[in-house]
C-alpha cells in the first residue's frame, strides 16, 4: 500500500503564489508517475500537472505557464508551485500516483482558496 501526505494549501489572493508538496511513503517502487489533480464545487476532478520518474512533466492547459511540478529530491516527494493563482483555480487539489498513470492512489487533499 501507498500512502499519500499533501501539504501546503491554503488561502490567498489573486495573483497570488502558494505551493503545495506531496511526500509518499509504503511501498512505493512501482511508482513511476505522480501528479496534482483539484476538483472545485459541483465540478469534477481535472488534471493538473503529471511528472514521471524521468522527469517528463505534462500540464493542463489552464495551467501552463503558472504552475510548476518538480521532484526536489528522491522519487516520493513532489511539489507543485503555483504562481499568479486566480480564483478559478479555487479547488481541492489531490496529489495521486501510481505505475503508467497517476490514478492508482490517492492523497486526502488540500484546500486552495484564491479570493478575488
Known amino acids: 500500500q501507498v500512502r499519500l501526505v499533501e501539504s501546503g494549501g491554503g488561502l490567498v489572493q489573486a495573483g497570488g503564489f502558494l505551493r503545495l508538496s506531496c511526500v509518499a511513503s509504503g511501498f512505493i517502487s512501482n511508482i513511476n508517475i505522480m501528479g496534482w489533480y483539484r476538483q472545485a464545487p459541483g465540478k469534477q476532478r481535472e488534471l493538473v500537472a503529471t511528472?514521471?520518474?524521468?522527469?517528463?512533466?505534462n500540464y493542463a492547459d489552464s495551467v501552463k505557464g503558472r504552475f510548476t511540478i518538480s521532484r526536489p529530491g528522491p522519487f516520493n516527494t513532489v511539489m507543485l508551485e503555483m504562481h499568479s493563482l486566480k480564483p478559478e483555480d479555487t479547488a481541492v487539489y489531490y496529489c495521486a500516483a501510481g505505475s503508467v498513470v497517476p490514478t492508482t492512489y490517492w492523497g486526502q487533499g488540500t484546500q486552495v482558496t484564491v479570493s478575488s
Open positions: 511528472i514521471t520518474s524521468g522527469i517528463t512533466t
